[in-house]
């Protein structure tokens, strides 16, 4: 499925950004807004508690006040302790109106308007005998159901300030533990976006750089495709022309070395032919001297010779190297066919052979691995010292079929390790290579591991010569 990116990788960046940021503002505004309602909360229970606590002592006090007043008013009819009896009263009914605005969560006061009716009452059977001493004196002991009940309206009070309390306090403890839930509910999303946009962002600079990879290793068939902000996709569709342009810079190769190859090989048969009618002594016998000039033009003959058909077979490779024909192949009958065809250059050197080439049969093309092994065996008899040993080894690793040829040459140089398998590569020759060679050989050897799905490499042998490692699939391939 196609990712839809941004137009620019700037863009994508910052909305990235956006992403990973947008839980945590929404876990951030969450929390300040659940602590703004709840203070608000706290600060209205404060002040209400404030003032039901304040308002139920001026209760009580107004009343004790207007018992005082009329008990002493009875007795001195001192319209001074009258005047004092009707404001404690006015103070009594302010401070009942007061409290009765004040609404809780538990519910209203409870008794509040009974004894607000009860003191109003009071208060006009008072005045209304006002003249009468005697009937305000047997009216005074009411006061004390007031008061009484002003009493109970005070501890009502701190009962419902308790209660207020405990309920803010649960609240408090539920926000917090809502918080909480919020927070992780939106940690994911956040660990999401924090790993998930990196990812995004890696995948096209991943899908370029195997991409640059491929033309490093000179594999030109794949089309460089990436699924990216529209920059990162433009800059593919410029390494694709790039490759489209390599993809004709070796076709003309191809095209240079075929006819190359042709327009050499005919002069070559005659020079050669008239060569070796000159050795063979059928235009007469030769001077020592000629014949040692005539056997310097059959050496360089044979060589240009060998160098023209490493030519056509490396052209034909390049011209399609995927051409493959799967069979059993066994890595002993192959090892062995190899050995065959290098006998005489083996006897030369008197070089000996530690064949460990197990008996392993896989699915593969036996010709091409005879020409990787051949171009190998042909390498590592040029660099080894007369009467030197070459191991072949040939075995299984977990899904793999692994082939080693080791020789006792000087190995590999540092300097020479990444250009050792380029086309026509010519490296440090060592006082053991017996002859120049065309520098062809491992790379028709790397050319055709790849074909067949592996992969050549140099393989570190401290205290060793050179050893070349083919990895090859033991599976058989989907050929197109």
Partial sequence: MRILYPSSFLKFTLLGFVGAAIPILAGLLYSVDSLDRLTRDSQLMVYQSAKAVNGSRDLQDAAATMER??????ILGDETLWSAYQQAHARFAKTGAMLNTLVWNGGQWQGLDTLIAREASLQETLAASKSRANSITARTHDFSAVLDDAKAISAQSHILVDQETSALLTRAEKERARVYWVLWGLAPLFVLMVIGVPLLIVKP?????????????????????????????????????MRQGLLDVEAEKSRFLRHLSHELKTPLTAVR???????DGSLGSLTGA??????????????????IEDLLAYRTLLSDPHQIRLQPTRAREVVNRVLIDQRAALLAKNIRIENQAG??????????VRVILDNLLSNAIKFSPPGGCIHIRAGVEEHHVVLEVLDQGSGVSEEDRPHVFNAFYQGRQPVAASKQGTGLGLSIAKELAMALGGR???KDTPGHGACFQVVLPKAPMKTT
Avoid: T
């Avoid at 032919?273 to 050795?279: G, Q």
């Avoid at 049969?361 to 036996?366: G, R, S, T």
């Fill in 69 to 74: 007043a009329a008990r002493q008013y009875a």
């Fill in 456 to 458: 050549i490499a140099v």
């Fill in 359 to 368: 008996d392993i049969e896989w699915q593969a093309d036996p010709e091409k």
């Fill in 273 to 279: 032919e008239s060569a070796d009618l000159l050795w």
């Fill in 290 to 307: 000629q014949s040692e000039v005539v056997s310097i033009l059959r050496q360089n003959g044979q060589r240009l010779q060998k160098l």
């Fill in 205 to 241: 600079i991943q899908q370029i750089d195997a991409a640059i990879r491929r033309l490093r290793d000179g594999n030109l068939n794949e089309p460089i495709k990436v699924n990216g902000p529209s920059d990162l996709e433009y800059l593919a569709l410029r390494l694709d022309w």
